[in-house]
């Protein structure tokens, strides 16, 4: 069983500024919890124990987030909020975190290398909380239960417009192994002209120790910066890495659009909130009918 999930967590979200210039972009809410909460909880889902955060010293909030805060239970236990005096105590007892420290900014691949000495040579899972999957079962244990019976690296797929590859990495396909996982012969991280395929990697990976033993060595690659991506394909390249479609609806909560998608998706499964979403969307039609 996989047990390791890293978090890269260090980035400036400059894609929600001015939100973000004070508080880190993974607390930016999704109805009433920061969408750092949902790709934990996603994680403790998939049988995950132990969350590396890769952070940095303006992000200090994040600690604060999943620490136990004894003089807010104790006032929701004194006012008989209940329900949420065990939903507080909930997500700080089932988290073991582990927190790490990105001092330059060198890219996705430079970040999951800081938690190689906490990860010690085991296979492990990445998730960018940046991407929040609105699914039935979670996709990190989708990715997981695959792993199980094929023992190699598997990245989460999606299907984008050909207009928005050049935003992903994006796999060459050797071959479909049914039930949407393919064997990958390729990579390009944000192509430019001739994307290999359609398929683009989203913030979902399982991957094997070799992948962390390539990033130690690996040069920097676009944007000057150490890519996961890379780090991927040479693993591609020597042994093999599959991909995976997941079952489930993905929003890119780093950037206006996608977080306001999540927040009505996510409103459907709040009843004090369903109601109002309801209101808001008929007002919206009439007015601009």
Do not use: W
């Given at each position: 069983?996989i ?32 969408l ?13 124990e132990?969350?590396i ?25 004194e ?20 927190f ?61 417009a ?8 994006v ?5 479909d192994?049914?039930?949407?996982l ?16 359609n398929?683009?990697i ?7 120790p ?10 920097p ?41 999540a ?9 004090d ?17």
């Amino acid at each position: 069983m996989i047990k390791k999930a890293v978090f890269p967590v260090a980035g400036f979200g400059t894609r929600m500024l001015p939100a973000t210039k004070s508080i880190p972009k993974e607390l930016l809410n999704i109805v009433n919890k920061p969408l750092i909460h949902y790709a934990v909880m996603e994680a403790i889902a998939a049988g995950i124990e132990e969350i590396i955060f890769v952070t940095a010293n303006h992000k200090r909030a994040l600690d604060d987030y999943f620490d136990d805060n004894f003089q807010l239970n104790q006032a929701l236990k004194e006012a008989g909020k209940t329900d949420l005096y065990h939903e507080m105590k909930d997500i700080a007892g089932r988290v073991h975190p582990i927190f790490v420290r990105q001092k330059e900014q060198k890219g996705l691949g430079h970040a999951i290398l800081q938690a190689a000495s906490v990860i010690n040579n085991e296979p492990f899972v990445v998730i960018l909380p940046d991407d929040i999957f609105y699914s039935k079962e979670s996709v990190t244990k989708q990715l997981v239960d695959r792993f199980a019976t094929v023992q190699k690296s598997i990245v989460g797929l999606q299907s984008v417009a050909p207009e928005k590859t050049h935003l992903y990495g994006v796999v060459s396909i050797d071959s479909d192994e049914g039930n949407g996982l393919y064997k990958l012969n390729d990579m390009v991280e944000k192509p430019k002209v001739n994307p290999p395929s359609n398929k683009a990697i989203v913030g979902r990976y399982v991957l094997t120790p070799d992948v962390m033993d390539v990033l130690a060595s690996i040069k920097p690659g676009v944007g000057g910066e150490i890519q996961l991506t890379d780090a991927i394909l040479k693993v591609c390249q020597d042994d093999a890495v599959y991909g995976m479609e997941y079952e489930g609806r993905r929003f890119d909560c780093g950037n206006k659009e996608g977080l306001l998608r999540a927040s009505i998706a996510f409103a459907r499964d709040y009843p004090d909130t369903l109601s109002a979403l309801i209101d808001e969307t008929k007002d919206l039609h009439n007015n601009h009918r």
